[in-house]
């Protein structure tokens, strides 16, 4: 089924479009891996997925446009992991995950017993259980990225939409929250997440779309979007590619300039 | 979490019992005993006109001002994000003084008894339209304190002018006076003014919980979740002039409640926005009711002003916040 | 107030002519310093001595200027005098053109003499004295002495100390009146605009106790100007509420009258006097206390009424 459907979808502030004319579609069970070079409209592409600036072209969440859903619908089918990872107040880790359940929640109700099971599952996913207690501002950048990706998992939608969750992690902990990724697709969730590890995108997104420049200039399968020619084209950049049991490995070694 | 459930009942007894002390403490001087029977049989006629029509309405007065201070200090800060933001940030404290003062230039307060808490409304209405438009629909929170600093700013300048060109030194030192707040000779046509504003933009404030809650992770991720920005600012806006523009109105400038209240209550109740709201409200009337004791009490021949108080304890608050955050960081 | 006018014209037409030279030394000898009384010293030059130039910036400068002065002698005086609320005199005081006591104004008037209030803003009036003109300042009045040495001051000063004696003497003549026909003296209490009351050291003190009230402020601890409680008033009960208009319309003053606790004031009698008589320590005083004693003739009256009917 058709999660997220994006036709012709352009946005512009001023006179180039930030994004333009992209068209593609994310099923359930699919990691979709959104790569492409800074400036190239992968934060505008998702926020505009959201509804959170206004766009032409069509999105269609689960088939219907995003005009037609109300926000509390919307956020119960869709989740946004922002790449600006802010916690205004130190409140503790598990209140902060407990965030996610807005959507399931009616207003001042208390939590119930499928939103604490829904903010245990998330805690365990992200691998935060042990600090559950801490004040969210006291943790260090790595352990901040879980929480705030528990807190996106609480809100168990099946689509998820994720800006740079693995920015600023150290490799272990990069490796885990891909992981993780995959598991929501195994689960027959649907994922669309930006990132500019080459690798980590080639080997655990079953799909990737590339921009440049606000338009999509490849969509594939990891191995023929990172090609040597659309590498050289997109980033500029030349690559050493090998693979081993797991996957491909793509390390970009030098650059490219015209 | 046993502790935190102790907070609300904990804030309500204290408030209780700042009520009647203001209800039962005053310049008059009558024991605690006659004056509660005085209030409430109405024998002793003069004590009990004391009780009935100055120390009733003076006390609610403190209560629901201090209340609706520290409320919209709480959705202020929780709205923007921003521990330094109190009530008077967005413009609207400074016009309805301005509101005020111009009532008072213009006679028009010596004319008609309501003329000045009306005006001074029509003042914080007249900001809040203004810090809207100035910051757009689409501004986020730093648009907004910009634009509320502006207006802040614009009306403190109006009102600066209107004290230089009073006609009599006499007229400006009713200015001054008035600006630096009071209940004194406060009466049940004040509470009936303000009442109605105070209670409605509480109501409007007390909605924001959810939102705020969500809030904490920035405003794109809680639109994400589902909540609605505009319905939010309309809300936090237009509950922060109404409560906090009927209190300006009725009792002149009071600052520093909304802003040390939440401050001081959020740590207690977990740094949770929406807990916080209720917590506020408590804290904000009890401080205000006891700045109000305390003014009777201190100096009574002296006429302290409220408005003064509240700064007197504000700054110093501010100097230990200072102390603990160098130390922190150091 | 017309009755003390008329006498002191009588008496300026009468010593038009220039006083004997001691006078006139003596006055200028007793300028810097103030007091009562200008010592004697030795001769002088003669009546040229006495300032030709004179200006005031200070209401009760002004009005004690404007009753002592020689024609032409008052050069200038401050605006407030011109307002018919704040001042007794502005009448007389029609034709003057005013100051509003800045340096520049005043130096272009080529005074000889300028009379300021201790209040007054003293950064101009420091500049004139150093442009070599000589400033007289005047202390706030507290009671009837301080009344009777200025007058006598700004007599000496102007060079018509016999103008000062008279004045001075119709301000005792009029506070020399009957005492009061009763045995317990009333209790009053004067309010101003925006709830000011006066309390012990103040000319109004002065007043009231002269014309025989005992003052509600002064007993309740307040010096200088204070403020009282709606509540003190209503559970002290006074016998006689003086209404003020310092300023403004009697609105204001009232304004804390019309709380809906005031009502428990319904029944004290009221009076509305007009405060400028009192605002400083002039011959007009005794005007005040005149008519405040008709207030406590008056409550006598009610009073010995009340008692012959229902009995206390």
Redesign the interface.
């Known amino acids: 089924m058709s999660l997220l459907a994006l036709d012709r979808l352009t946005v512009r502030r001023g006179p180039c479009p930030v994004v333009d004319d992209v068209s593609f579609t994310i099923r359930a069970g699919e990691v979709v891996g959104l790569i492409g070079p800074n400036g190239a409209g992968k934060t505008t592409l998702m926020?505009a997925c959201?509804g959170?600036i206004p766009a032409e072209g069509r999105v269609a969440i689960t088939g219907r446009p995003l005009a037609e859903l109300?926000?509390?619908?919307?956020?119960?089918i869709?989740?946004?992991?922002?790449q600006?990872r802010?916690?205004?107040?130190?409140?503790?880790v598990e209140?902060?995950v407990a965030?996610?359940r807005?959507?399931h929640r009616r207003?001042?109700a208390r939590l119930s017993a499928a939103d604490r099971a829904a903010v245990e599952t998330a805690l365990e996913m992200a691998e935060v259980s042990a600090f559950r207690t801490r004040?969210a501002t006291e943790l260090s950048g790595g352990e901040r990225a879980r929480v705030?990706m528990a807190?996106a998992l609480a809100?168990e939608a099946p689509l998820l939409l994720a800006d740079e969750p693995v920015a600023g992690l150290d490799p272990a902990h990069a490796l885990d929250l891909m992981e993780t990724l995959g598991h929501l697709g195994a689960e027959g969730k649907a994922v669309l997440v930006s990132l500019h590890d080459l690798t980590l995108a080639a080997r655990h997104c079953t799909r990737l779309v590339l921009l440049r420049a606000g338009r999509l200039l490849a969509e594939g399968p990891p191995e023929a979007v990172l090609s040597p020619a659309t590498l050289a084209a997109a980033y500029g950049v030349s690559a050493f590619h090998a693979a081993d049991a797991r996957g491909p490995i793509v390390v970009p070694t030098g650059r490219i300039r015209p | 979490m046993t502790p935190q459930r102790l907070v609300l009942p904990l804030l309500g007894a204290v408030t209780l019992a700042l009520f009647a002390a203001s209800l039962l403490l005053g310049p008059a001087g009558a024991p605690a005993g006659r004056s509660l029977a005085a209030l409430l049989t109405g024998d002793n006629p003069a004590l009990a006109l004391v009780m009935r029509e100055i120390r009733l309405p003076r006390a609610l007065l403190g209560l629901g001002i201090g209340a609706a201070l520290g409320l919209a200090g709480a959705a202020l800060q929780g709205y923007l994000r921003n521990p330094l933001a109190e009530p008077g940030l967005l413009g609207v404290s400074a016009a309805a003084a301005l509101g005020a003062v111009l009532a008072f230039y213009t006679g028009l307060a010596a004319l008609l008894p309501l003329a000045l808490p009306l005006m001074a409304l029509g003042g914080a209405f007249a900001a809040t339209l203004l810090v809207v438009g100035l910051a757009g629909v689409a501004g986020g929170a730093l648009t907004l304190i910009l634009a509320g600093v502006a207006v802040s700013s614009l009306a403190g300048a109006l009102t600066s002018l209107v004290l230089n060109l009073s006609p009599n030194p006499f007229a400006a030192s009713e200015i001054m006076f008035w600006l630096l707040g009071s209940l004194a000779d406060r009466s049940w046509m004040h509470v009936a003014l303000a009442g109605p504003f105070i209670l409605a933009g509480m109501g409007l404030l007390l909605l924001l919980a959810r939102d705020l809650e969500a809030l904490t992770l920035g405003e794109d991720a809680a639109r994400s979740l589902g909540i609605p920005l505009g319905r939010t600012r309309a809300l936090a806006l237009g509950g922060t002039a109404a409560a906090v523009g009927a209190g300006v109105a009725v009792a002149g400038a009071i600052g520093f409640v909304g802003l040390v209240v939440p401050h001081l209550l959020r740590p207690v109740v977990g740094h949770s926005p929406s807990r916080l709201l209720p917590a506020a409200a408590l804290g904000g009337a009890s401080f205000l009711l006891a700045a109000d004791v305390a003014a009777r009490l201190i100096a009574p021949e002296r006429d302290l002003k409220l408005g003064v108080l509240t700064a007197l304890v504000g700054a110093p608050f501010f100097l230990r916040l200072v102390w603990t955050t160098r130390r922190r960081l150091a | 107030m017309r009755r003390i006018v008329a006498i002191l014209t009588a008496a300026f037409l009468a010593g038009s002519m220039p006083g004997p030279a001691g006078t006139m030394a003596a006055a200028d000898a007793a300028g810097s310093g103030g007091g009562a009384e200008p010592p004697s010293a030795n001769a002088g030059t003669g009546a040229d001595r006495r300032p030709a130039r004179v200006v005031s910036t200070n209401l009760c400068t002004d009005l004690l200027a404007l009753l002592l002065a020689e024609p032409g002698q008052l050069v200038s005086v401050s605006h407030v005098v011109h307002d018919p609320v704040a001042s007794p005199l502005h009448q007389m005081a029609g034709a003057i053109p005013e100051n509003h006591g800045a340096a520049e104004e005043i130096h272009l008037l080529a005074p000889d003499l300028v009379l300021a209030g201790e209040w007054d803003d003293p950064v101009p009036l420091a500049m004139l004295e150093s442009l070599g003109i000589r400033v007289e300042r005047f202390a706030i009045e507290r009671d009837f002495d301080d009344a009777r040495a200025n007058i006598r001051r700004v007599a000496a000063l102007l060079g018509v100390p016999e103008r000062g004696e008279a004045a001075v003497a119709e301000l005792d003549a009029g506070l020399a009146d009957e005492a009061p026909p009763w045995h317990e003296r009333p209790v009053a209490v004067v309010l101003g605009a925006g709830s000011w009351t006066s309390g012990a050291g103040t000319l109004t003190d002065a007043v009231l106790a002269a014309a025989g009230f005992r003052n509600l402020a002064a007993e309740r601890g307040i010096s200088g100007m204070g403020r009282l409680s709606l509540e003190e008033l209503l559970l002290a009960q006074p016998d006689l509420i003086i209404v003020g208009d310092t300023y403004g319309t009697p609105a204001l003053a009232e304004e804390r009258l019309r709380h809906p606790a005031a009502r428990g004031l319904g029944r004290t009698r009221r009076v509305a006097m007009p405060d400028n008589l009192w605002t400083c320590g002039t011959p007009l005083l005794a005007e005040a206390v005149a008519m405040l004693r008709a207030e406590a003739r008056a409550l006598a009256t009610e009073r010995a009424n009340l008692a012959g009917r229902g009995g206390r």
């Open positions: 926020r959201l959170l109300a926000p509390a619908e919307r956020a119960r869709v989740a946004y992991l922002p600006e802010e916690i205004a107040w130190p409140i503790t209140a902060l965030l996610g807005h959507p207003p001042g004040p705030l807190r809100q």
